[in-house]
């Protein structure tokens, strides 16, 4: 290593199933630590800009959707980095020319720290913008799901409701979800770890194709 070279550690991406990175952060509506969401569920989403128009509709879209959240045990927390003053012009912003009131807060990240943390700082697309990025952490602070969208196109709020309400339902009933499963929809059935089991799978009376492709109806 010569001289010259950053002597600071690498940080990856954050990883599926292990402790969210923690942080503590200025928001919009006051000082915020990931500690302050234990027990209920985080969404956590970065925009690379404040008064950029496709961040403006995702924000909408989050404003208009944060009841559903909230009532699924979920709590929104948006992330760029800008200041803090920054943030609530915008806020106001769009309050005034889209009549949407933002109910969430917004970390003020200037430093890049939580953005550098959660891995949201794509060189490829820019070193002073975090990518569209967004965290589903439970209430245990495990970190569940990680969803990384390009700069010029908007995520779907439906998609997150949807991805949040499949992850419940895995860890409550212990099943996985399909694709594009809806509640009501069947779930998948764990495929047997055993041969014993795998040649009792066809009389328990799932709905079973193979062995190791088994789907229920939650009752």
């Not at 309050?95 to 700082?121: C, L």
């Not at 009501?184 to 079973?208: E, L, S, Y």
Request: proline content about 8%.
């Amino acid at each position: 290593m010569t001289e010259s070279a950053s002597t600071e550690p690498r940080r990856g991406l954050p990883r599926i199933n292990e402790p969210a990175p923690d942080f503590a952060a200025k928001t919009t509506h006051g000082p915020r630590r990931l500690a302050d969401y234990r027990g209920r569920w985080l969404i956590l989403f970065s925009h690379p800009a404040d008064f950029t128009p496709v961040c403006t509709t995702e924000f909408i879209a989050f404003a208009r959707n944060a009841e559903r959240f909230r009532a699924l045990g979920a709590e929104l927390l948006g992330l760029s980095i800008d200041s803090n003053y920054a943030h609530i012009a915008w806020v106001r912003n769009i309050r005034e020319k889209f009549g949407v009131e933002i109910p969430f807060p917004i970390i003020e990240d200037i430093s890049m720290e939580v953005a550098s943390a959660y891995g949201m700082i794509h060189p490829g697309a820019s070193d002073t913008q975090a990518v569209r990025a967004t965290f589903f952490i439970d209430p245990e602070g495990v970190l569940r799901a990680m969803v990384y969208y390009p700069m010029s196109n908007g995520r779907s709020i439906e998609e997150f409701l949807r991805l949040l309400e499949a992850l419940q339902t895995a860890d409550r009933e212990k099943v996985a979800t399909p694709e594009g499963w809806r509640p009501g929809d069947p779930v998948i059935v764990p495929p047997p770890q055993t041969v014993a089991d795998a040649d009792a799978r066809m009389g328990q009376g799932f709905d079973t194709v193979d062995w190791y492709f088994s789907r229920r109806t939650l009752g």
